[in-house]
C-alpha cells in the first residue's frame, strides 16, 4: 500500500494512493449525470416524505401535505361503488326475498355481492367453499336445520341462532340426557339412532332404544328421526351429520346435547349485504323454493 498520492503515467489521471499488488486505483470523478441522478433522487425522497405519509411516529406516522391515504381511498372506491349500484341496491332492500329469484339482473347483482360477504364474514365458521365443519353446517346441499328458501335463510343470517344478543334469534334447546337417563339407556339410544339412520347397529339395544326414542326424542326429531326444521332438530335418519354418527360422538351428543351459536348478523351487516349474503347461500346448490310452492 503507498501512502502518497501521485499521477498515473498512462492516463494522467492522479491515484487515489490505493494499490493491491501494483495496481493502482485511479481518483476519476463521479459521471456527472450519475451525480445529478443522485442528488434527483434525493430531493425527491425528501419530497415524498413531505407529500406522503412516511415517517413512524410514536402513535402512527407522519400524514403526509397530501393527506392520501390507502383506507380513504378503499372507502372511497366502495362509495363510488354504491353509488354506480343505487338502483339495484334499493331493488334489493325493497323485494320480497322469496320473489328475488324471478328477477335475473337483481339475482345476479346479490350473488355477486353476497359472495364477497361471504368471504369477508362467513367463511371463518362456514368455511371458505361454504362445505361446513363439525358444529357448522354444511351450507351446500339441501340439508337444511332451519329451512333453505331464501327467507328463511335471511331470517337465520339477520337474526342468528341460540345467540344472546338478538331476541328474535333463532332458538331451541336438546336437553343434555346424560342428567335424565341411565348410562345403559344412552347405549341403547345411541344404537337405535344408528338404526335410524341405517347404520350398523345391535339389535335387541337398538329395540330398547326406539322405545326410549319414541318416550324422549320424538317429540323434537319425529318418529322416525326426520327432523323438525321449527326447532331446528337435525334429521337424525339421514348420511348428513352436524357433529358425528360414530357411536362415541352419538353418546357424547346425546350425553351432554349440543348448543350450535351463530351471531346475528343483523347487528353487523346492512340490509343489502344481509339480502345478498342469503341469495349467495340459495344460489349454492340446496337453495328451496318458498313453503308451498312449486317450483314448476
Ligand atoms: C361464529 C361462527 C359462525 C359464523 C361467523 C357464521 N355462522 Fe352461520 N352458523 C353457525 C352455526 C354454529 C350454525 C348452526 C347453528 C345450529 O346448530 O343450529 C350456523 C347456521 C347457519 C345457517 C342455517 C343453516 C341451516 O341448515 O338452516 C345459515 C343459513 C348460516 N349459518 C349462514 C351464515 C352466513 C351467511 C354467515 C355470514 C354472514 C354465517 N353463517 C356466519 C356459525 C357461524
Ligand atoms: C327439545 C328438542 C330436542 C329433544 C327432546 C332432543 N333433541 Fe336432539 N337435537 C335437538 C337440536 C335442536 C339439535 C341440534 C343442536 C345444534 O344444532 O347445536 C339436536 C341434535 C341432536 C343430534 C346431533 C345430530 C347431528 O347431526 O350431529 C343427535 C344425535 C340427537 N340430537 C339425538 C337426540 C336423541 C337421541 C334424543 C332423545 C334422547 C334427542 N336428540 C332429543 C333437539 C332435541
Not at 353476497?114 to 351450507?139: D, E, I, T
Request: contains cysteine; negative net charge; hydrophobic residues 40%.
Amino acid at each position: 500500500m503507498a501512502d502518497k498520492k501521485k499521477t498515473d503515467e498512462v492516463s494522467g489521471v492522479e491515484t487515489t494512493g490505493h494499490s493491491w499488488d501494483g495496481i493502482e486505483e485511479l481518483n476519476n470523478p463521479l459521471p456527472r449525470w450519475w451525480l445529478w441522478t443522485l442528488y434527483m433522487t434525493i430531493i425527491w425522497g425528501i419530497g415524498y416524505t413531505i407529500a406522503y405519509p412516511a415517517w413512524p411516529m410514536v402513535s402512527g406516522a407522519t400524514q403526509g401535505l397530501l393527506g392520501w391515504s390507502t383506507r380513504a381511498n378503499v372507502v372511497r372506491s366502495i362509495e363510488e361503488h354504491e353509488a354506480l349500484n343505487a338502483g339495484l341496491v334499493s331493488q334489493l332492500v325493497a323485494v320480497d326475498m322469496d320473489a328475488l329469484s324471478d328477477d335475473t339482473d337483481l339475482l345476479r347483482y346479490a350473488v355477486a355481492r353476497g359472495s364477497s360477504v361471504f368471504k369477508a364474514n362467513c367463511s371463518q365458521c362456514h368455511g371458505s367453499g361454504a362445505a361446513g365443519a363439525k358444529g357448522y353446517p354444511n351450507l351446500l346441499d339441501n340439508d337444511w336445520l332451519w329451512g333453505g328458501s331464501l327467507s328463511e335463510i335471511a331470517y337465520s343470517v339477520r337474526h342468528g341462532i341460540r345467540n344472546d344478543t338478538d331476541t328474535d334469534a333463532r332458538f331451541s334447546q336438546m336437553p343434555a340426557f346424560g342428567e335424565i337417563l341411565e348410562d345403559a339407556d344412552i347405549d341403547a339410544l345411541v344404537e337405535q339412532v344408528l338404526a335410524l339412520s341405517g347404520q350398523d347397529h345391535d339389535q335387541a339395544a337398538a329395540a330398547r332404544g326406539a322405545v326410549l326414542f319414541e318416550e324422549n326424542c320424538a317429540a323434537c326429531h319425529g318418529e322416525t328421526g326426520t327432523g323438525d326444521r321449527a326447532q331446528g332438530a337435525p334429521n337424525l335418519a339421514d348420511e348428513i351429520w352436524l357433529y358425528g354418527a360414530d357411536r362415541e360422538t352419538l353418546k357424547t351428543t346425546i350425553s351432554m346435547a349440543r348448543f350450535g351459536v351463530m351471531p346475528a348478523w343483523g347487528q353487523r351487516l346492512n340490509e343489502p349485504d344481509i339480502r345478498a349474503v342469503a341469495a349467495f347461500v340459495h344460489g349454492l346448490g340446496g337453495g328451496e323454493n318458498p313453503a308451498g310452492l312449486d317450483p314448476n
